[in-house]
T-cell receptor, first 111, second 112 residues
Framework: KAGVTQTPRYLIKTRGQQVTLSCSPI?????VSWYQQTPGQGLQFLFEYFSETQRNKGNFPGRFSGRQFSNSRSEMNVSTLELGDSALYLC??????????FGPGTRLTVT | KQEVTQIPAALSVPEGENLVLNCSFT??????LQWFRQDPGKGLTSLLL?????REQTSGRLNASLDKSSGRSTLYIAASQPGDSATYLC???????????FGTGTKLQVIP
């Protein structure tokens, strides 16, 4: 069974631009969660989707948004990028919303 | 608000040693606790999941326990190997729908 895939793996953007990251969960998993990982703040929860509905949301500004499609694939969008948005963005999928399996991440650099 | 702390932040041990990594959380209503390892620049690999009704889980040389009353989980690694070198993270989920809080991690180095 294929694992969680994230595209792209690396991305360089400039301040003010917007970016869209994609996550394909393990086949059959309906829950997708997104996290931001930085050296200073560690791993922080962004949001979780289950069957196209956002069930949980972390404490991030409205510039961070996401969605989930009917095939469980999920996208995360960050608008008006700031230097502080440079991070590793990780996606995790889960069958029941409990045990999570992570993708390799997307490394975003904002210049 | 759930806070998860991991001590120590870094640990260096000689190969073959048994070791314990600690994870403390503030909300005893924790639903489950999952241990991960992360290699530099990579995603997280799930090691063990302890669900609400369980107290411990074992996989090979790894054993994790959960004590909700004391707000602690430990990950025991037996006979450590250089390949165990990584950052170990614990993550606690609260509530039926998982709002997960990660610990700060313990960076482990096993010296050959």
């Amino acid at each position: 069974k294929a694992g969680v895939t994230q595209t792209p793996r690396y991305l360089i953007k400039t301040r003010g631009q917007q970016v869209t990251l994609s996550c394909s969960p393990i086949s059959g998993h309906r829950s997708v969660s997104w996290y931001q990982q930085t050296p200073g703040q560690g791993l922080q929860f962004l949001f979780e989707y289950f069957s196209e509905t956002q069930r949980n949301k972390g404490n991030f500004p409205g510039r961070f948004s996401g969605r989930q499609f009917s095939n469980s694939r999920s996208e995360m969008n960050v608008s008006t990028l700031e230097l502080g948005d440079s991070a590793l963005y990780l996606c995790a999928s889960s069958l029941s919303g409990v045990e999570q399996y992570f993708g390799p991440g997307t490394r975003l650099t904002v210049t | 608000k759930q806070e998860v702390t991991q001590i120590p932040a870094a640990l260096s041990v000689p190969e073959g040693e048994n070791l314990v990594l600690n994870c403390s959380f503030t909300d005893s209503a924790i639903y489950n606790l999952q241990w991960f390892r992360q290699d530099p620049g990579k995603g997280l690999t799930s090691l063990l999941l302890i669900q609400s009704s369980q107290r411990e889980q074992t996989s090979g040389r790894l054993n994790a326990s959960l004590d909700k009353s004391s707000g602690r989980s430990t990950l025991y690694i037996a006979a450590s190997q250089p390949g165990d070198s990584a950052t170990y993270l614990c993550a606690g989920g609260v509530g039926g729908y998982q709002k997960v809080t990660f610990g700060t991690g313990t960076k482990l180095q096993v010296i050959p």
